[in-house]
Structure formats: C-alpha cells, structure tokens
T-cell receptor
Framework: KAGVTQTPRYLIKTRGQQVTLSCSPISGHRSVSWYQQTPGQGLQFLFEYFSETQRNKGNFPGRFSGRQFSNSRSEMNVSTLELGDSALYLC??????????????FGDGTRLSIL | AQSVTQLGSHVSVSEGALVLLRCNYSSSVPPYLFWYVQYPNQGLQLLLKYTSAATLVKGINGFEAEFKKSETSFHLTKPSAHMSDAAEYFCAVSDRGSNYQLIWGAGTKLIIKP
C-alpha cells in the first residue's frame, strides 16, 4: 500500500507570494491533517479535514487555508508569505471513522523556505 | 484540555546503554497514547501505541513503553541503544473532545555517543 505522498518536497518562495502544497493520503483514509514544524515551535497543528469538511482547526491566521477533494487528496494554501512561514509542512492521514486508537501516518513533508 | 509533557528536549546516552525517554500526559478519561520517531528530513513514523489492551506495549526497532495510570506516564525505553536510534521522538495523546485530534509533546532529541 502506498504511503502518504506530499508534493513538492522542497519549495523556495519570496515574501508576499502565495503557495499551494499537496497531499495524497493512504488509499481508504478519509482524514487528512496538516502540521507546521519549526525548530523553535515544534509540531503545530494547522487543521484536519474529513470527508471534504474541516473538522478541527489550530491557532493559525487566516492566511493558512486548506481543502479536501472527494478522493480525499488535500491541499494547503498559504497566502502573503512571511519569513516566519519557513518550515517543514507535514501531512498525515488516518481512516478517520471516529476511533481514537487510529494512528496518523505521515508523509515526508514539504520544506518551504521564504527569502 | 489534554496536554503532553516530554521531559528533556535532549537526551544523550552511550551506545549499548539503556534509553529512557519520558512522557507524561493529562487526561480526564483513559487515553490513547502514541510514540513517534522522526529521522532528519523525514516525516514521523509510528513506534508504538497504547489502546488499553495491555499496559506494556512493544513497538518497532526494539522499543517499548509502559502505561502507568497512577503516574499518568507513558515512558519509552530500549534496553540497548544503537547509533541508528539517533532521532527525535514525539509522544502524543488522542483528544476525545476534538474528534481524536492528536495533542503532541515538544519532542526529545536522542543523541547516541559512540
């Protein structure tokens, strides 16, 4: 079974631009979560999508948005990029049917650098 | 609100020595708990999970963790450290109040001395 796939792996942008990151979950998984990881702040939860609906949201500004498609693939968008948005963005999937013992399965992340 | 505390942002052990990474959680209900490992430039990989079936949980790569309700702890151990164990380790608890969103600890970097 293929794992979680994130594209692209690396991305360089400049301040003020916008960016879209993509995540393909494991086949059959309907929940996709996004995280931002930085050396100073650790792993920060952005949002979770389940069956095309945002189910949970972290404490990030509205510049960070996401969506999920009917095939469970998800995209994350960041507008008006700031230097502080430089981070590793991780996507994780799980079946999502409501059982708390489901672990999340992670992709290798997209490393975003803002110049 | 649930929370997870990992004691020690960095832990250093010699190769062949015991590895002990600490995790304490706060939860008003029986929790689901997880340990993940992250190698450089990679995503997180599940090491093991506690789901109330047994208090001692065995995971991959020789790691295990013991759930102690009285101490609200879920410490990760490995009898003998290998150089390949050098990585960052994260403990997480599943939050029933938010559709089982994972609440994460800050992580512990494990350093292996030759």
């Amino acid at each position: 079974k293929a794992g979680v796939t994130q594209t692209p792996r690396y991305l360089i942008k400049t301040r003020g631009q916008q960016v879209t990151l993509s995540c393909s979950p494991i086949s059959g998984h309907r929940s996709v979560s996004w995280y931002q990881q930085t050396p100073g702040q650790g792993l920060q939860f952005l949002f979770e999508y389940f069956s095309e609906t945002q189910r949970n949201k972290g404490n990030f500004p509205g510049r960070f948005s996401g969506r999920q498609f009917s095939n469970s693939r998800s995209e994350m968008n960041v507008s008006t990029l700031e230097l502080g948005d430089s981070a590793l963005y991780l996507c994780a999937s799980r079946p999502g049917g409501g059982s708390g013992n489901q672990p999340q399965h992670f992709g290798d992340g997209t490393r975003l650098s803002i110049l | 609100a649930q929370s997870v505390t990992q004691l020690g942002s960095h832990v250093s052990v010699s190769e062949g020595a015991l590895v002990l990474l600490r995790c304490n959680y706060s939860s008003s209900v029986p929790p689901y708990l997880f340990w993940y490992v992250q190698y450089p430039n990679q995503g997180l990989q599940l090491l093991l999970k506690y789901t109330s079936a047994a208090t001692l949980v065995k995971g991959i790569n020789g790691f295990e963790a013991e759930f102690k309700k009285s101490e609200t702890s879920f410490h990760l151990t490995k009898p003998s450290a290998h150089m390949s164990d050098a990585a960052e380790y994260f403990c997480a608890v599943s939050d029933r109040g938010s559709n089982y969103q994972l609440i994460w600890g800050a992580g512990t970097k494990l350093i292996i001395k030759p």
